[in-house]
């Protein structure tokens, strides 16, 4: 049973993720998200047969079927990697009352929302408001939804998800709002300021805290054999926003592993 209910949930993954491919494509140029599919190369309209996730890929060997054009693997890829991330949230979470099923809910949509902004600022140095906002307003309500079921809403407690979230996204965007403000925008952008916001409402206290420090050790394993190999200059810019979302990711699942690993380093 738990085999066949992951194998749905990694499909419905992999469909989602096929249109947050469809986002992170059409976002950055301003077109629309509703309009059909077509092959960027002879324009021919695509079907369902041909958008079918993962499958449609494999079938016709990642070509169009109308003009033979190779497509970019990045829609399979982007599928695939969506599919695994809904499995991994649901096994984490492992939902079996209605508080469980909201939480995999918040879950998957802050997961969503991270492949998003990683990609856009991979590829444009850009954090889209409408991505933090559209996934930020269902995870306020879902925080709170979740703290009314387990009556942590009484307590004015960093327990609670909803106060935990917004002190979390106060205290990090303030922090980054800071960074940015010293800095003029040289060592982070503003989306960034926006994205730990988000990023605090999602994670709560003291995960936040794990996934900043994690996305700095992320960008520093990933700058350090490069300026060592005179590859890159201090100077060449680096998206934050590709280390804290996977860093984010992480934290959603291995949070308090994380925090005792740190507070164990720091000899607690
Ligand atoms: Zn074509």
């Known amino acids: ?19 947050l491919n469809v986002v992170s494509l059409r976002l950055p140029k301003g077109e629309s ?6 092959c960027t190369a002879c324009g021919h309209t695509l079907s369902w047969l041909d958008l079918f996730p993962l499958f449609s890929y494999l079938l016709f060997r990642g070509r169009c079927r109308y003009c033979q054009k190779k497509f970019s693997s990045r829609y399979f890829l982007f599928e ?3 599919g695994v991330l809904f499995v991994w949230a649901f096994w984490q979470v492992n939902p079996q009352d209605l508080p469980g099923y909201l939480l ?6 802050v997961a969503s929302a991270l492949l998003v902004v990683f990609t856009i600022d991979l590829e444009h140095f850009l954090i889209f408001d409408s991505v933090l906002i559209s996934a930020g307003l269902p995870v306020a309500a879902l925080n709170l939804i979740l703290d009314l079921l387990s009556r942590q809403l009484s307590k004015l407690e960093l327990g609670s998800l909803t106060f935990g979230g917004v002190f979390a996204g106060g205290v990090f965007a303030g922090f980054f709002y800071l960074l940015w403000y010293v800095s003029r925008g040289r060592w982070i952008g503003f989306g960034d300021v926006k994205l730990m916001f988000f990023l605090g409402l ?11 420090l994690l996305a700095y050790f992320l960008g520093t394993a990933y700058a ?10 201090l100077s060449s810019r680096l998206p934050f926003g590709c280390f804290l979302a996977p860093a984010a990711l992480i934290a959603l699942f291995y949070g ?5 690993w740190y507070l164990r380093l720091l000899g607690y």
């Open 1 to 19: 049973m738990i085999y066949l209910t992951s194998l749905l949930v990694f499909y419905f993954g992999s469909i989602l993720g096929s249109f």
């Open 256 to 260: 308090p592993t994380l925090v005792n």
């Open 104 to 109: 995999l809910l918040k879950v998957w949509v």
């Open 33 to 38: 998200l509703v309009g059909r599919s077509h």
């Open 202 to 212: 999602a994670l709560g206290w003291p995960n936040t805290a794990a996934a900043w």
């Open 224 to 233: 350090l054999p490069l300026l060592v190999l005179g590859k890159k200059q």
């Open 80 to 82: 695939l990697l969506s």
